[in-house]
């Protein structure tokens, strides 16, 4: 079976990365990563090499899939129902209403569409 993790270069995604690879170990499984960020879903090579290490350090091999979807929530979901996964692992940050509000949010989307359990991981932990 397979951890996918809704990886972004931000903290959040950080995170998310760190908390899917324990989920991974914990559940020996594969770890699939779907990078959602920035509007585009590819990733620099320096943001490679890096997630590589993580990887490579943590045992598990480096799997990145994207999709042609525009909506990083759209892409997470179909990803997850394609390969079967056992659990989704997102990132959250803290935001304001104002900002919920204009910017939408790719978490909520997962969480109330996803086929899978969910697991949410806070980057500002308090």
Do not use: F, W
């Not at 943001?47 to 590589?52: A, I, P, V, Y």
């Not at 979807?69 to 892409?75: K, S, T």
């Amino acid at each position: 079976m397979t951890v996918l993790v809704a990886y972004a270069s931000a903290p959040e995604g950080r995170e998310a990365l760190t908390e899917g690879i324990k989920e991974a170990h914990r559940r020996k499984s594969d770890l699939l990563i779907v990078n959602i960020g920035r509007g585009h879903h590819d990733l620099d090579a320096q943001e490679l090499q890096e997630l590589e290490g993580q990887l490579i350090e943590a045992g598990l091999a480096l799997t990145i899939e994207s999709s042609i979807l525009a909506d990083p929530g759209d892409a997470v979901i179909q990803i997850a129902q394609e390969r079967g996964v056992e659990v989704i692992v997102i990132g959250l940050r803290h935001r304001s209403m104002v900002g919920k509000l204009i910017l939408g949010s790719t978490v909520q989307r997962i969480l109330l569409d996803a086929t899978c359990p969910v697991l949410a991981v806070r980057a500002d932990k308090l």
